[in-house]
Structure formats: structure tokens, C-alpha cells
């Protein structure tokens, strides 16, 4: 078996289900990893979660299992549970997000499988981590709510909500070949494995980012203000003629150019606006003076001028408005992987490299597709 990319050679033996390990697998297939993917016998939990569908196929599955081969094992039966041992001596990465400890039944826990596999990249997702947290099962939803997140999100006088993504398992799902990669680079320079843990809840608190620090080197508890920014003005959506407009001029020579183009330079000069730290302090000053003036024109309009003279700012769009823009962008956001019936459209990988580009062999596998060839080669499996 062999890829192309930068991680080409690399097997990786993926354990994992869900979204954040099919995540992180799949952009390690994209960098040319060849990608197993281990699955019970009833499939991906992703394969049954629709609507959407695209010809009887969950969507969401589509979406995070482009390029890696699928074999259907089950676990507890002592020969398929071989197929999986062997399947993990010879991977260069094993990535799991079982409940912890819940790999040690079958012998595929980290230290059974660095005994058979010493330069093993053994990766772990988990809700709270391996240690006290272990027992609580881990999904995105519960730690939106634990971190903080949704105390952070919504209307200040309204009910707290949750993003409208799985943000932190896409985040786990990143930290994981983050920490993947480190660990393939330690295994090259010494020849070591090891084994790299991810939690979702660690990765929601690194991911709070400002909001954490001012806790932590603040003592403060933010509390959500809806779509304004607690230390930055303007920094949120503002009314134009016809749609609200982001306005993120975040600086004060960013603010001044703004206020160049709206046509009221004075703003600029005004003591109470002059730095950000003060206009953040005013906001409910300025807000109606800049908005005065973005009701002369339409949001679009807005747009094109304010970028034109470097203000941050942009349309607030529907899914298909971003994509729309990222093809006005030349960033060509979707391709197709897979031939004829099998052509499934997906959205780039988000890397780009100038000397080993990601590829998109193969299209996100049905249940057990390369199960029979993938036995075959690994029927040299023993009793471990």
C-alpha cells in the first residue's frame, strides 16, 4: 500500500468513530497516509445520522471519511479481533476514541500495542481525559456547556447556546494530528513511540482563548454579549441599507480608514474614539454615528469599498454565500473524489503545501468495501 503527500508510507490503523478521530484521520489521508478504517459491524454512527443525504448516503459520513479503506471487525470475536491486533503491529499511528480503558479489552490498548510495535503512534481521544474525568462519556454538545462556551454565546439578556458546530471535536480533531505529526517527528529522531492523548475538554479551554486568559491571568468570568467583542470596537455586525455588515477594524489605523470611507474623518480625531481602548469604553457613543452612515448604501456596496481601502469587514452569508465566496476567491473549496456513481463532492482539504500538495484518492469507503483485501493482507495475523 502506498500515497502521496507529505505523509506518504505512514499506516495509520483508525480506531476511531464519530467526528473528532475521523476528523483527524481523514486529514492525515488527505497528506497521503493510507488510512484504515476500522468499524463494527453496523458502521460509522455517522452513517445513519441524516438528513442530509446524498443518494441514500448520510452526508455528514461523507464529509470526514474521503480516502481511507474500510474494514467491518467485531472486536469481541477472537478472530477478527487477531485481523485487528495485527492491523495495529504494523501501523506506524493507532488512533481510538473509546471510552479510556475500553481498547484494554481487546489488547489493543496503548501499552499492549507498543509491546508488539515499540515505534508506535498510539493517539487517544477522550471527553475528559484518562484520569478522573474518565468515566464521563465525551460529546461535543456536553462540553460546549462544561467549558463555558455557551455561557459565552447568544444575547446577553437570552438563554445561552451552543455553536452550530461540533467546534470542539473539529478542535480535538486538529490537536490530535497536531499532536500526531510531533510525535511521528520524535519517532524519527530517536525511534521512539509514544502515546499522545487529546480530551476535548482540554482543547475547549486552549480553544476559549482570550476568554480563558482573562480568567485565568484576569480573574474575570465573561459572560456572553452577544455578537460584540468585550475588548475590541467595532468588531461586530453592523446595520446597513438593506443586510447587517461585519465591521472588524480592529486597530486605530483601521478605525480611521473607516471613517474616511463613511465620510466623518473627524471620528477619528474625536478623544473619546481616538484609540481602540477608548472606543471600546464609548461604544454605545459610536455605534449610532457609524451606523448613520452605513445606512447610506447596501451591504455589498459597503464591502467593495471598504476593502478597498483595508477596513476588515464582510457580508454575513449562508453556507452557500461562503462557498460562493471562497470560488470569487480562487480558492476552489470543493472537489470531487471518487469516479462516476462513486463521485462525491467534499471540501478541500485546508493546507496548502508548494511541494507536496494533498491528495484525494479515494471517496469516502462504504461498510467493509476493502474488507476482503485488507484480511488477505493481513492474514498473517497470530494470537497476540
Keep these: 500500500m502506498s500515497g502521496a503527500g507529505p505523509l506518504e508510507g505512514v499506516l495509520v490503523a483508525d480506531f476511531s468513530r464519530i467526528l473528532a478521530g475521523p476528523y483527524a484521520t481523514m486529514l492525515l489521508a488527505d497528506m ?10 453496523q458502521g460509522d454512527d455517522t452513517r445513519t445520522w441524516m438528513p442530509p443525504v446524498r443518494e441514500g448516503v448520510s452526508t455528514y459520513y461523507l464529509g470526514i471519511n474521503r480516502g481511507k479503506r474500510s474494514i467491518a471487525l467485531d472486536l469481541r470475536d477472537p478472530a477478527d479481533a487477531r485481523v485487528a491486533r495485527e492491523l495495529a503491529r504494523r501501523a506506524d ?16 490498548d496503548f501499552a499492549a500495542v507498543q509491546e508488539r510495535n515499540p515505534g508506535v503512534v498510539y493517539a487517544s481521544i477522550s471527553g475528559f481525559g484518562s484520569g478522573a474525568g474518565a468515566h464521563v462519556p465525551g460529546y461535543d454538545l456536553m462540553v460546549q456547556a462544561i467549558s463555558g462556551l455557551m455561557s459565552l454565546t447568544g444575547d446577553p439578556d437570552g ?8 467546534v470542539f471535536d473539529v478542535m480535538a480533531g486538529n490537536h490530535a494530528v497536531i499532536g500526531i505529526l510531533a510525535a511521528l517527528r520524535h519517532r524519527d529522531a530517536t525511534g521512539e513511540g509514544q502515546h499522545v492523548e487529546v480530551n476535548l475538554l482540554s482543547s475547549a479551554l486552549t480553544g476559549l482563548v482570550n476568554h480563558s486568559s482573562a480568567y485565568v491571568a484576569g480573574d474575570v468570568v465573561p459572560y456572553r454579549m452577544g455578537n460584540a467583542h468585550p475588548s475590541v470596537f467595532p468588531y461586530e455586525p453592523l446595520p446597513t441599507a438593506d443586510n447587517d455588515l461585519i465591521v472588524a477594524a480592529a486597530n486605530d489605523p483601521q478605525f480611521r480608514k473607516l471613517c474616511d470611507v463613511l465620510g466623518v474623518p473627524a471620528l477619528a480625531d474625536d478623544p473619546r474614539f481616538a484609540r481602540n481602548a477608548d472606543r471600546t469604553v464609548h461604544r454605545e457613543e459610536l455605534r449610532p454615528l457609524l451606523t448613520e452612515q452605513l445606512r447610506r448604501r447596501g451591504a455589498v456596496e459597503w464591502f467593495d469599498l471598504l476593502v478597498a481601502a483595508g477596513v476588515p469587514c464582510g457580508p454575513i452569508n449562508t453556507i452557500d454565500g461562503g462557498f460562493a465566496m471562497a470560488e470569487k476567491f480562487g480558492l476552489d473549496p470543493v472537489v470531487v473524489v471518487g469516479e462516476g456513481d462513486r463521485a462525491i463532492p467534499t471540501t478541500r482539504h485546508p493546507i496548502r503545501f508548494s511541494a507536496t500538495p494533498a491528495g484525494y484518492r479515494l471517496p469516502p469507503p462504504e461498510l467493509d468495501e476493502h474488507g476482503a483485501e485488507l484480511r488477505e493482507w493481513l492474514q498473517e495475523a497470530t494470537d497476540a
Design 32 to 41: 497521503g497516509a493510507e488510512v484504515v478504517k476500522v468499524e463494527g459491524l
Design 93 to 108: 499511528v493507532v488512533i481510538e476514541n473509546l471510552r479510556p480503558g475500553g481498547m484494554a479489552k481487546y489488547g489493543l
Design 159 to 166: 438563554p445561552p447556546y451552543r455553536a452550530g458546530i461540533s
